[in-house]
Structures are given as structure tokens and as C-alpha cells.
């Protein structure tokens, strides 16, 4: 199994460019989430989703869009970019229920606004 | 969840010693206390999580101790190499999707 992959690996956008951050998992998790992290800070929440058609806002969801169309993929949308949007974002899964594996994390998109 | 500000708080310890890594969490009604490892430009990584309803559990090389009375959290490493090198965070699962609330995140530097 690849895991969690996540494309691209860096990016460098303009003030007002939309970009998607895809993310991929080969798991059959139901669960995923998308992530931020500030530098020296811990991970907040944007959005997630317990399955496919269904997804819901986290902590952090203002400038961000998500889809879930499918089990495996959970693409995650800026639309009107902003220098606040400047962070690494990071995808994660896991399988439904509170026991088991805890979430798998991609590698991480390093996404710079200016 | 707390964050940190720009500064990371840092454990320096040397090789071969046992490292204590502390961590305050904020809800009382969370299912699972879990610690993840951040190695420079990756993903967190699971370390070890302990359920609510325990306040103790070993893994390989490393415990996790809770306390739900002052809502504290510490994972210990025996005998600390230098690749536990990384930024440790604790966090707190509970609710719908079993999200996570990631707390204070402490980096761990390992001198030789």
C-alpha cells in the first residue's frame, strides 16, 4: 500500500489563484481529514469526511472547500488565495469507529501566498 | 487544543538518558489520549495512545502516563537515540470521526 499521498509537494501561488491539493489514500478508510500547520504550531482541523458524499467543517474552514466523491480521494480547494492561507497541509485517514489504527498522515503539501 | 506560539518548546537531553515530554489537554470528555512523532518535513507519525479509562500504558521504549485529575499527559522514552530526534505532539480523539485536537507540540533535540 502507498498509504496516504498527497500532490503537490510544494506550491507557490499568487494572492487571488485558486489551486486543489489532492489527496489520496489506498486503504478503503472511511475517514479523512484535512489539516494545517503553522510553522511551530500544532495541526488544526479544516475539514473532514466519514465517507463518500459526506464531509463537514473542522476548526478551520473558512477559504476552503472539500469534495468527497469517492472512498479514495479527498481534494481539498482554494479559491481565492490569501497570505494566511501560507502553511503546510497535511491529509490523514483512518478506518470508522473510536478503536483501531489511529490516523495516517500523508507527507505534506508546503503551500506559500504571496 | 492548544497551539504554541513561534517558539517551540524544546527538551534537550543526551543520548542513552530517558526523555519526559509533558502535555496539558483541555477536554475531560475525550475517548483516547494519542502522542505522534513529526520528523522535519514529514507527517505526524503514531507513536502510542492510551484510552480515558487508563492511566498507564507501555510500548516499545516508551510509556504514556495520564492523569484525568489535573488533565495532564507525559510520554516518557527510555534510553533516547538520536533518531527520537523530531517534534512530539500530544492529541485528544473524541467526538464525531473521532477527531483529533492536537495540543502543545515540544521538539526534542538528542546530544551526542
Known amino acids: 500500500n502507498a498509504g496516504v499521498t498527497q500532490t503537490p509537494k510544494f506550491r507557490i501561488l499568487k494572492i487571488g489563484q485558486s489551486m486543489t491539493l489532492q489527496c489520496t489514500q489506498d486503504?478503503?478508510?472511511?475517514?479523512m481529514y484535512w489539516y494545517r500547520q503553522d510553522p511551530g504550531m500544532g495541526l488544526k482541523l479544516i475539514y473532514y469526511s466519514v465517507g463518500a458524499g459526506i464531509t463537514d467543517k473542522g476548526e478551520v474552514p473558512n477559504g476552503y472547500n472539500v469534495s468527497r466523491s469517492t472512498t479514495e480521494d479527498f481534494p481539498l480547494r482554494l479559491e481565492l488565495a490569501a497570505p494566511s492561507q501560507t502553511s503546510v497541509y497535511f491529509c490523514?485517514?483512518?478506518?470508522?469507529?473510536?478503536?483501531?489504527?489511529?490516523?495516517?498522515f500523508g507527507p505534506g503539501t508546503r503551500l506559500t501566498v504571496t | 487544543g492548544e497551539s504554541v506560539g513561534l517558539h517551540l518548546p524544546t527538551l534537550s537531553v543526551q543520548e542513552g538518558d530517558n526523555s519526559i515530554i509533558n502535555c496539558a489537554y483541555s477536554?475531560?470528555?475525550?475517548?483516547?489520549f494519542i502522542w505522534y512523532k513529526q520528523e522535519s518535513g514529514k507527517g505526524p507519525q503514531f507513536i502510542i495512545d492510551i484510552r480515558s479509562n487508563m492511566d498507564k500504558r507501555q510500548g516499545q521504549r516508551v510509556t504514556v502516563l495520564l492523569n484525568k485529575t489535573v488533565k495532564h499527559l507525559s510520554l516518557q522514552i527510555a534510553a533516547t537515540q538520536p533518531g527520537d530526534s523530531a517534534v512530539y505532539f500530544c492529541a485528544e480523539k473524541g467526538g464525531t470521526a473521532s477527531k483529533l485536537t492536537f495540543g502543545t507540540g515540544t521538539r526534542l533535540q538528542v546530544t551526542l
Open positions: 490523514a485517514s483512518r478506518l470508522q469507529g473510536p478503536e483501531g489504527p489511529e490516523q495516517y
Open positions: 477536554n475531560s470528555a475525550s475517548d483516547y
Open positions: 486503504m478503503n478508510h472511511n475517514y
